[in-house]
């Protein structure tokens, strides 16, 4: 692969996949590495999101220290083999205004998760600062995160009016779209990175003519 294909790749595998290990920097053991399990999503630019409760522990140590890094690997039966993306950085919180979007469009995602909301938990994203991404053997590579990340505007709007058109569908973005299959997404990759409008018009085309 070349470059711009290994990244391609690696936001890729990071917007099909929405559970990962999140490791955080323990208050409790001195700083030692800490692992847990978390849902996300991932926001039009590629950034990981998750929605996490005040009282669990890895939030209890990104209050102490919000270095944090997030491993998505991709299914297979060999690990080794699999493909796997290390996200290294730091975590932030959300605006109120941003949160009320962010709600909307993680319900689409997780809909068992409604409870959540009226308890303590809040969003939390991972900005990243830098990203491994290994292809499987023999390739891997460093990131930046400028490219990484993709242009943010626009998306928003092209989701929600897509949504508005295709009721089963989760997420909308650059790289393709998440479908409800069940209670679980189906990820449906564009050959290529598209603009928000030659997203709508793929969508478009692909409702009305479903069996294409």
């Known amino acids: 692969m070349s470059g711009s294909e290994d990244i391609q790749a690696a936001r890729r595998l990071l917007r099909s996949q929405h559970s990962a290990a999140l490791a955080t920097l323990s208050l409790k053991l001195a700083g030692h590495p800490f692992a847990s399990g978390v849902d996300y999503f991932t926001d039009y630019a590629g950034r990981p999101v998750f929605l996490i409760s005040s009282l669990a522990e890895h939030s209890k140590n990104i209050a102490f220290d919000p270095r944090i890094s997030l491993l998505v690997q991709g299914a297979a039966s060999d690990v080794q083999a699999s493909p796997r993306l290390t996200v290294v ?6 605006s109120a205004a941003e949160a009320a979007g962010l709600k909307a ?11 959540y909301f009226a308890l303590d938990f809040f969003f939390c994203r991972l ?8 292809g499987g053997f023999g390739v891997a590579r460093w990131i930046a995160p400028g490219d990484f990340l993709a242009v943010e505007s626009g998306w928003e709007a092209a989701e929600n009016a897509a949504a508005a058109r295709l009721p089963t569908l989760m997420g909308l973005d650059c790289d393709g779209f998440d479908l409800r299959n069940g209670k ?3 990820r449906r990759d ?9 997203a709508a018009s793929a969508l478009a085309s692909m409702i009305e003519s479903p069996t294409a």
């Open 184 to 186: 679980l997404p189906e």
């Open 105 to 115: 469009r993680y319900l689409r995602y997780f809909p068992d998760t409604e409870q």
């Open 190 to 198: 564009f050959a290529a990175p598209l603009t928000p409008d030659q």
């Open 127 to 134: 900005e990243p600062e830098q990203l491994r991404y290994v």
């Open 89 to 94: 950085g730091k975590a932030s919180g959300v």
